[in-house]
């Protein structure tokens, strides 16, 4: 018994153990589920700061870098007129749609080498070459074929997401471990079983990630794409708001841009941890 409980009453002296002993599993507790999510503040605290500072004593000129006030009465403003509405809407058909065929043909293209060495073979070089190119390199082949209308973004946007998609699933299949594979076998799993049963179940991770990492290569596509070669959209405004020389109205996108991609990507993260609560659960 510790020395502060000594001459307490046994109730109230065991009752007083119970309560620190109890706290420092609490303590551990909130360490583990807090300390993770707060870890990450300073660092974009202290930027906005130095931002904040920079502004006020004008080590650069306000018109080229606005106050963070500027920029947030700017931000607001954009909502409350439903300007930035719009530009989200169309941004986010475009992300969707892109994403959508990226994530069709790479899974197909991602099990296809996964599942048959022979297509593989022929396949994987040629893939690799073209996972090599970037998005923009493409551009001026496309515009000459299809133009500057929806097709060219949404192109753009699927051979973004693609590359990530098929690596992973390729990667994921091919990662599967043998024993299980065998122990299919001797079960006598159909081909069908083998796949729904067995190897898709132990590579969900890996196309999770591809998944992803393929929604994060859509969304950063889709601004260049909108950067370049387009007259609405999150992209088209930040390219108005430099043309214009309203910086407060590019950094407001900008903020925008960041905050939309780290919500999707965090619902993602939320998806992925509902579907995986059979796994966790039988460990």
Known sequence: MSSSSAGLPPIVAVADTAAGASFGPLWQRLRQRVLPHLIGWPFPL??????????????????????????WATLVDL???????????????RVFAGFTVGLVAGGALGV???????????????FKAFS???????????MLLVGIDEALKVILIAKA??????????????GVPTRYIEVARVLRFTRWQLLTKVVFPSAFAPIWNGVRYGFTHAWLALVVVELLASSEGIGFLIVYGRQLFQLDVVLAAVVVVGAVGFAL??????????LTRWRRAGF
């Open 46 to 71: 202290a930027v906005l700061l130095l931002w904040y500072l920079g502004a006020r004593y004008e080590w650069i000129a306000p018109q080229v870098l606005p106050s963070p006030a500027s920029v």
């Open 79 to 93: 909502f409350r007129t439903g300007e930035i509405w719009g530009h989200l809407e169309v941004s986010l058909f």
């Open 112 to 126: 296809a080498m996964g599942l048959s060495p022979t297509f593989k073979d022929y396949v994987y070089p040629l």
């Open 132 to 142: 090599q190119i970037p998005v923009l390199g493409w551009l001026p082949l496309l």
């Open 161 to 174: 997401a693609l590359v990530p998609v098929a690596l992973n699933t390729y990667k994921g299949i091919q």
């Open 265 to 274: 990507d965090k619902a993602l993260a939320l998806i992925e941890a509902r």
